[in-house]
């Protein structure tokens, strides 16, 4: 009889100890579900503020560029959507590494990661749903980086052509000395609402011996079969014989000026590499780096660069998080640790730089990954002495003062 009561005794306590660890599960799914939620609800926003600066910065650019040569608002939203990509890449491991440091010191100064500490999360545990969060960064940067900026980049070079090579880009340009050609330099003063050009001046340098200036109170773009043309009204011809230094004046009521050789659509060649996805990086279609003019080995580096790109979105969000908690508890803002956090971004974006670099001249691309691994490498010690505030001590000189 005892030995069945021991039995029961032994059966219930291993029951309870089950459902203890059951109940601290669940409260651990739920810590982690809850810093997941935070760190990408803020990751959200610091994107969001971070996208529309580079954006803004870069619609204004664009503004003037487009809308100010006569391009409709559909070009300029067309343009401005291009150039979304590559500040959307450019934005989001700063918004990883913001959105880390800010909710590991709310989390500091609310007390919260003390709490979580005190009942067994260790700071490696801790930074589990931080990596979770630096691996979806990471899959938002890699499908920016490998398939949509090249995409976009292809396609807006192909419009920057297409722009480059109409009349309104090359003429409608009122009180700007334009040369649409060597030899040619076209003037007008004003454009009209109705496209009339007022005021033209147009000289036509190509010819050694002739040089012909022409002059018009107005001026119209008209299309026909033969191409564009410039159709100059009440002006007059001046032709300068350069052999025999005479000048010919020609007064015309209407004269027409064929352009259309002038603005044909401008060609930019082969593909940069920046411009192809990394699949045709790593394998280029057998034709294709006859045309594309860099090495094979050039390639392959800059296919590399961005899956090292991505590690780097993991990398920024652990130092921050990680530089928090070397803070432990406080009150107030860890400004300190904040501080340490973006001298540790800076040092591996300059080592970064240095061996993109390197790797672009040499042609090894493992280098590429070496800033990545110093960030894990760093992100780990600093989670290590996180947990034991006497070595902090030590190594920052209190114990020995």
């Given at each position: 009889m005892a030995r069945y009561q021991f039995h029961l005794t032994r059966q219930y306590g291993k029951l309870r100890a089950?459902?203890?660890a059951d109940h601290r599960g669940k409260g651990v799914a739920r810590f982690d579900k809850y810093l997941l939620s935070q760190l990408i609800t803020l990751f959200g926003f610091f994107a969001l503020v971070l996208v529309l600066i580079y954006w803004v910065n870069r619609a204004v650019i664009l503004f003037d560029q487009l809308i100010a040569n006569g391009h409709s608002a559909m070009v300029f939203l067309e343009f401005s959507a291009l150039t979304l990509p590559n500040v959307v890449r450019l934005a989001l491991p700063i918004?990883?590494?913001a959105a880390s440091?800010?909710?590991a010191n709310r989390l500091a100064s609310d007390s919260e990661l003390v709490v979580m500490q005190t009942t067994g999360y260790s700071p490696f545990r801790l930074a589990r749903p931080v990596l979770v969060f630096g691996l979806v960064a990471a899959l938002m940067m890699s499908a920016l980086t490998h398939f949509l900026v090249p995409t976009s980049l292809a396609r807006l070079k192909i419009r920057q052509a297409e722009i480059a090579g109409s009349a309104t880009a090359r003429l409608l340009r009122e009180g700007t000395f334009l040369h649409p050609a060597a030899g040619l330099t076209f003037y007008?003063?004003?454009?009209d609402a109705d496209g009339t050009l007022r005021n033209i001046f147009l000289s036509d340098l190509r010819d050694d011996e002739l040089h012909t200036t022409y002059t018009a109170g107005e001026a119209l773009l008209l299309q026909n079969d033969d191409g564009m043309n410039l159709i100059m009204l009440d002006g007059m011809a001046q032709v300068l014989n350069t052999r025999t230094q005479s000048l010919s004046t020609t007064s015309f009521t209407e004269f027409a000026f064929n352009i259309g050789p002038l603005l044909a659509v401008t060609q930019f060649g082969a593909p940069t590499p920046w411009e192809l996805t990394t699949p045709r990086l790593l394998r280029p279609p057998p034709g294709l780096l006859a045309t594309i003019g860099y090495a094979p080995a050039f390639l392959k580096v800059t296919a590399h660069e961005r899956f090292s790109a991505t590690l780097l979105s993991v990398v920024v969000a652990l130092i921050g998080f990680s530089s928090i908690l070397l803070g432990g508890f406080s009150r107030f803002s860890l400004w300190k640790q904040v501080l340490l956090g973006i001298a540790l971004l800076i040092v591996l974006k300059t080592i970064d730089n240095y061996t993109v670099a390197a790797a672009r001249k040499s042609g090894d691309w493992p280098l590429l990954y070496?800033?990545?691994?110093?960030?894990?490498?760093l992100a780990a010690i600093m989670l290590w002495l996180s947990d034991r505030p006497r070595v902090r001590a030590v190594l920052s000189g209190r114990r020995l003062a």
């Open positions: 089950r459902q203890r918004a990883a590494f440091v800010y909710v007008t003063a004003q454009v070496l800033p990545a691994a110093l960030g894990f490498c």
